[in-house]
């Protein structure tokens, strides 16, 4: 029991104290059983305040401290250490929210925040005058990363890693590395192609002994913890024997029957269910799509690298940490969302990229020479009634450069864009004033009245009320009508469920603070990088990459960790083995023991996550959370619930 | 004197150069942080709550600071500049830097502030882009690290008041620069960016109307640490109830040499404009854009809660601002909308000046070639690949020295330099 705890009351510059009556929180609780001393501060995390506390724990002789301030998830690192630098054990220290759970959420209610704020900090008193000291549990961390993805973030985080002397196991569900930008030719901001782009990528990957690279691959299951997660990957055969790509392999692709349509084309082509990879795609060799293959064996007659007795395999890998790079999605528009699938001549952004690349002298569609091109924007992106509230960053400047290039290429084309205003934000903005000088030209619509696409006869319009030229009614005749869609998650990844990582309101995965912790989630050890967490650009990507792997190699760097103690505990003698507590863990961390005719639980200390989810199903009350115990929990009650 | 070899030297002690050297730290290995200032923290730790989440700045930054401060492999050197840095046999930079005198000894001041109370000159305050006054003997602002007093030479007097009143006799005339030869393995530059001088646009007033300030002394208003305790127009100290905000002033506009977007400044007066009807609920605020550029993670959301606020937004072109004789403010623009020139009063007006580049890294080498871009950032050579890369093998660029970067995208960048400096350093070891 502590009798020395030592409270300080934060002003937080007035995040706090204009709200909550700082003064009147101090008088309330510095009489508090056990209170020693109570300050009030302006930052209590501020560098000359920590110096003061840290004088004071001394001076005063302290055995426990309570900070009223932020919420925990900003400080509770902070002020823990402060107490540990003075010789205290950190869990010594028990952080109060008056602020994001306080003066903010009851800004319009000052007497009731300052109601709020006191029974907050007498309860973090009461809950620190039975606080345990507590030591972190150290375990080994593997001195290797899994790479979930092999795009450019997955590749370039795994390269940064080998070279700083880890162990890197990329799994890339396709049989191709290469992701996204593998599908597109002239890249801003440098013009480099695609091709050029990943062939640099696979070429540092593949040379690098410190990295496996698993194509055509998925993680089955794991388990553990940050600093040994041991995943379970089944790895697909391309039923093809040599990597070599041979003549032959042309003959057996010619001889399939199958034609499926060809997804690295967003269907504008077909490929058979023996394929090679796409220009931009790597390794160069031919595989066949299981899925998709009737086994009528017609390739094998022409093609002695056919291997139909290749298997499934499984492996186990072991790493210390994880980096998911698993990308992104194109939106496709609905059925009719300005004309798309209705109208003939309405394609996507992605779905131009490669109708480029496959054209030759002159941009044709569908038979059609193509001559004036209208861009229509924030198609899936900045809806006011749909799902996506969000900008997808990347697009203006997309459509934008691709329009300048279509145009370099093909003199003869016309761009209209159709805008919500553009966005080409920072250094991106020459493309827009080069794609002004060039001739294109800009309009732009009211967010509540975007512009229509129109067919009449065998022709298509776009009209728009144009706020650029005092809202005029404009419709132009259009041969090709481009959606510039978002950026959308990438639908049902496993990875995402495996590991339980979580969303934000947009969808994509959700980092702990987007300044404080932007490439970390809240699973313990994984890392997320790239367009799995938000419409980025190639720079924005590999910066994201390059800072999830700075992270991810912190964790495994020193070949040992800590983690935090707060755990459960089970009381062997209480516990009589119903398995209440064996059903109710999420994370498999109870196991069964047996020694001579006891049978008891035990809690997994590296696995168990301390979220208390076996406490209230024991019937014997024989489990505690270090830190949580019913004592503390009890008083802190009593003390919330008091006047 | 202290270790004169280090693995890694950051430049720029903002929140980018922090990032930086606490990864680098983290991972076993020794760090100098150079900062010309007297604190580090860098344009952040002035600012109020942060978009998209509304984070309080100083909350976010001082912790990291302190952190660093602390950190065992961190050293840090204030109020020092670098005046070279050239290739010291293959693998290594010889850096020479001076370390500017305080007239304070740093671990003996407490931060009492008598010094500041007994000084009898007072000065305009940088801090707080000169709206209050100063000592010459003074502590930077309150969150600064160090906490510690400096005397400002150019302005003291010399009269010894402050020696006088000093309890730990901390203040210290004679000191002199000290010249500092530093091996590293690898250099960060993370020095930033300046902001737009407003008054090269005459048209707008700036220095001449006293209500049309800089979005940077309006951040500063309504930071914690602010300078009066409400919003006041500088004119005559009235509660401001009708403020307008010109966005891209000195941004993606040739006239000033500047065709830029500078990709901040959006954000951040529909951030300011949304912290003012907090602070103001009586205030109308006007915003007058080209584009808003709401782009990033959250930014979209964030500027429909501005609309949703009731913050007022008029697609319009600032031609000319002029002033009444109550201080007032008359704005002509071109409506976009409509096509046609309007004017409006407001009673003070926030120019959202735009970033520029800070020149000062290129000084330091003159034996290697740090190329710049057309902007005068530090160059990014491989900017798809490998986006901390410049045109020296060993040195990388962390946040807004490279191009415009709000705090995320600064972190992230600086993220990015760390993991290339620590395999440079891993590689030459
Ligand atoms: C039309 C368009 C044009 C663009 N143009 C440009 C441009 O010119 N310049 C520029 O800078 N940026 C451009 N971009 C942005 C660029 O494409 C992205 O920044 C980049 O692709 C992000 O790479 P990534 O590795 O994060 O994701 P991706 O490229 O999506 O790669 C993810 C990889 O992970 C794999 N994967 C997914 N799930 C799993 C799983 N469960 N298990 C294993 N593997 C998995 C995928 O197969 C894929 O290989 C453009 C984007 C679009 C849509
Ligand atoms: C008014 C305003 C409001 C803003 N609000 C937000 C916001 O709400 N959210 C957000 O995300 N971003 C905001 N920003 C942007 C934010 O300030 C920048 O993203 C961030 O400061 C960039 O950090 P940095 O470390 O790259 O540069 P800086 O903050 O400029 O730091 C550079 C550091 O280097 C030092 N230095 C410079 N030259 C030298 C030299 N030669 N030698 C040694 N040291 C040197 C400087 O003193 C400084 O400490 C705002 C910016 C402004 C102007
Ligand atoms: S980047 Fe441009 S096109 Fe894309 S969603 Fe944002 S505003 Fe719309």
């Known amino acids: 029991m502590k009798k020395k705890i030592g409270v300080y009351i934060c002003h937080c510059g007035g995040n706090i104290s204009d709200y909550v009556d700082v003064e009147k929180v101090y008088a309330e609780v510095r009489n508090e059983k056990g209170v020693a001393l109570a300050k009030i501060?302006?930052?209590?995390?501020?560098?000359?305040?920590?110096?003061?506390?840290?004088?004071?724990?001394?001076?005063?002789?302290?055995?426990?401290?309570?900070?009223?301030?932020?919420?925990?998830?900003?400080?509770?690192?902070?002020?823990?250490?402060?107490?540990?630098?003075?010789?205290?054990?950190?869990?010594?220290?028990?952080?109060?929210?008056?602020?994001?759970?306080?003066?903010?959420?009851?800004?319009?209610?000052?007497?009731?925040?300052?109601?709020?704020?006191?029974?907050?900090?007498?309860?973090?008193?009461?809950?620190?005058?039975?606080?345990?000291?507590?030591?972190?549990?150290?375990?080994?961390?593997?001195?290797?990363?899994?790479?979930?993805?092999?795009?450019?973030?997955?590749?370039?985080?795994?390269?940064?890693?080998?070279?700083?002397?880890?162990?890197?196991?990329?799994?890339?569900?396709?049989?191709?590395?290469?992701?996204?930008?593998?599908?597109?030719?002239?890249?801003?901001?440098?013009?480099?192609?695609?091709?050029?782009?990943?062939?640099?990528?696979?070429?540092?990957?593949?040379?690098?002994?410190?990295?496996?690279?698993?194509?055509?691959?998925?993680?089955?299951?794991?388990?553990?913890?940050?600093?040994?997660?041991?995943?379970?990957?089944?790895?697909?055969?391309?039923?093809?024997?040599?990597?070599?790509?041979?003549?032959?392999?042309?003959?057996?692709?010619?001889?399939?029957?199958?034609?499926?349509?060809?997804?690295?084309?967003?269907?504008?082509?077909?490929?058979?269910?023996?394929?090679?990879?796409?220009?931009?795609?790597?390794?160069i060799m031919a595989v066949i799509d299981d899925e998709n293959c009737t086994r009528c064996g017609d390739c094998e007659k022409v093609c002695k690298d056919i291997d139909f007795s290749q298997q499934k395999k499984e492996i186990n890998i072991e790493v210390g940490s994880v980096l998911v790079a698993s990308g992104f999605d194109t939106y496709t528009p609905k059925n009719n969302e300005f004309g798309y699938c209705v109208i003939d001549n309405v394609i996507t952004l992605p779905q131009l990229k490669r109708l480029v690349a496959m054209s030759d002298r002159h941009l044709e569609y569908k038979g059609n020479r193509i001559k004036n091109i209208a861009y229509i924007y924030c198609v899936g992106s900045r809806q006011l009634d749909g799902e996506n509230k969000y900008c997808s960053r990347y697009c203006c400047t997309a459509a934008i450069h691709t329009a300048t290039e279509i145009r370099r290429k093909y003199k003869e084309i016309n761009n209209y864009h159709f805008t919500r205003g553009v966005r080409t934000y920072g250094k991106q903005e020459i493309y827009y004033s080069e794609a002004l000088k060039m001739g294109d030209v800009f309009m732009q619509s009211f967010d509540n009245e975007l512009p229509e696409v129109l067919q009449k006869g065998n022709k298509t319009f776009v009209k728009i009320k144009d706020i650029l030229t005092e809202q005029k009614e404009l419709k132009l005749q259009a041969d090709l009508v481009v959606l510039v869609t978002s950026m959308v998650p990438r639908d049902g990844i496993s990875v995402n469920d495996l590991f339980k990582l979580p969303k934000g309101r947009d969808g994509f995965l959700k980092e702990i603070h987007l300044k404080l912790r932007p490439v970390e989630t809240v699973i313990d050890g994984i890392t997320i990088a790239g367009c799995c967490q938000g419409p980025m650009n190639l720079t924005e990507s590999v910066n994201s990459a390059l800072s999830a792997a700075t992270k991810s190699y912190s964790y495994v760097s020193k070949g040992e960790l800590e983690l935090e103690p707060i755990i459960a505990k089970v009381d062997k003698e209480a516990c009589t083995w119903c398995d209440a507590c064996f059903k109710a863990c999420p994370f498999d961390a109870i196991i069964k023991v047996e020694e001579g005719f006891k049978v008891f639980a035990r809690v997994s200390d590296s696995i168990c996550k301390g979220c208390g989810m076996c406490l209230p199903v024991c019937p014997k009350d024989a489990i505690e959370l270090n830190s949580y115990t019913n004592r503390e929990i009890e008083e802190m009650i009593d003390m919330l619930a008091s006047d | 004197m202290g270790k004169v070899t280090y693995d890694a030297i950051v430049v720029g002690g903002g929140i980018a150069g922090c990032e930086a050297a606490l990864n680098i730290a983290n991972n076993d290995f020794n760090v100098l942080l150079i900062e010309k200032d007297l604190s580090v923290g860098g344009k952040m730790i002035l600012l109020s709550k942060v978009f998209p989440t509304l984070d309080c700045s100083a909350c976010i930054t001082t912790p990291k600071i302190s952190e660093m401060a602390r950190h065992p492999n961190i050293t840090i050197f204030t109020g020092s500049e670098l005046q070279k840095v050239s290739k010291y046999g293959d693998n290594l930079f010889e850096v020479s830097i001076v370390k500017n005198p305080r007239y304070v000894n740093i671990e003996d001041c407490t931060g009492c502030q008598l010094c500041e109370q007994a000084c009898p000159v007072t000065v305009p305050d940088q801090y707080q882009l000169d709206m209050v006054g100063r000592k010459a003997a003074y502590i930077p602002f309150s969150i600064a690290n160090p906490r510690v007093a400096a005397i400002d030479i150019d302005n003291c007097t010399l009269c010894g008041a402050c020696e006088k009143v000093c309890p730990t006799k901390c203040i210290d005339f004679t000191q002199e620069k000290e010249e500092w030869i530093i091996h590293v393995k690898t250099v960060i530059l993370a020095t930033g960016f300046n902001l737009f001088n407003p008054e090269m646009i005459p048209r707008y007033g700036f220095g001449l109307y006293k209500n049309v300030v800089t979005s940077m002394q309006m951040e500063r208003q309504l930071a914690p640490t602010r300078p009066f305790h409400t919003v006041l127009r500088p004119g005559d100290g009235k509660v401001p109830d009708r403020i307008a905000y010109i966005l891209c002033t000195g941004s993606r506009d040739a006239s000033v040499g500047n065709t830029m977007c500078s990709q901040i400044c959006c954000m951040y007066s529909i951030k300011q404009a949304q912290l003012l009807m907090g602070a103001l609920p009586m205030a109308d605020v006007t915003i007058y854009y080209i584009d808003i550029r709401a782009f990033g993670k959250g930014f979209n959301e964030f500027y429909e809660q501005a609309l949703g606020m009731g913050v007022n937004f008029v697609k319009g072109k600032i031609g000319k601002i002029s002033e009444k004789k109550n201080g007032d403010l008359v704005l002509r623009y071109e409506d976009v909308c409509s096509g046609k020139l309007q004017e409006a009063e407001h009673d003070m007006v926030v120019l959202s000046v735009g970033v520029v580049a800070n020149q000062d890294a290129q000084k330091y080498f003159t034996d290697l070639t740090l190329k710049k871009d057309r902007h005068h950032f530090v160059q990014q050579v491989d900017p798809l690949l490998n986006p901390s890369k410049t045109s020296i093998e060993g040195v990388f660029v962390a946040g807004s020295v490279s191009g415009p970067m709000d705090i995320p995208d600064s972190i992230l960048s600086a993220g990015a330099a760390s993991v290339e400096a620590i395999n440079h350093i891993i590689q030459f070891s």
């Open chain 1, 41 to 283: 501060t302006m930052f209590a995390c501020a560098d000359a305040n920590q110096k003061e506390m840290e004088a004071d724990i001394p001076e005063k002789d302290l055995d426990g401290v309570v900070v009223a301030s932020c919420s925990p998830q900003l400080h509770l690192t902070t002020f823990r250490a402060v107490v540990e630098r003075a010789g205290l054990n950190k869990y010594d220290y028990v952080h109060a929210n008056i602020r994001e759970q306080g003066s903010w959420a009851h800004s319009d209610n000052k007497s009731g925040a300052t109601e709020n704020a006191i029974h907050v900090v007498k309860a973090a008193i009461a809950k620190v005058r039975n606080a345990e000291s507590l030591e972190p549990i150290k375990i080994s961390s593997v001195k290797a990363v899994a790479v979930i993805g092999a795009g450019v973030s997955g590749m370039r985080s795994a390269i940064a890693l080998a070279k700083a002397g880890c162990k890197v196991y990329i799994i890339e569900r396709d049989h191709f590395v290469g992701g996204r930008v593998a599908q597109w030719e002239n890249l801003f901001s440098t013009n480099e192609t695609g091709e050029e782009i990943i062939k640099r990528l696979y070429n540092d990957t593949i040379n690098n002994d410190n990295i496996t690279l698993y194509t055509g691959a998925q993680v089955l299951s794991q388990s553990g913890n940050i600093g040994s997660y041991r995943l379970k990957v089944q790895i697909n055969p391309g039923f093809v024997r040599n990597s070599v790509y041979s003549y032959e392999m042309d003959e057996a692709i010619s001889v399939c029957p199958i034609k499926i349509p060809d997804l690295f084309n967003f269907g504008f082509t077909q490929r058979k269910a023996i394929y090679r990879n796409h220009s931009g795609q790597l390794p």
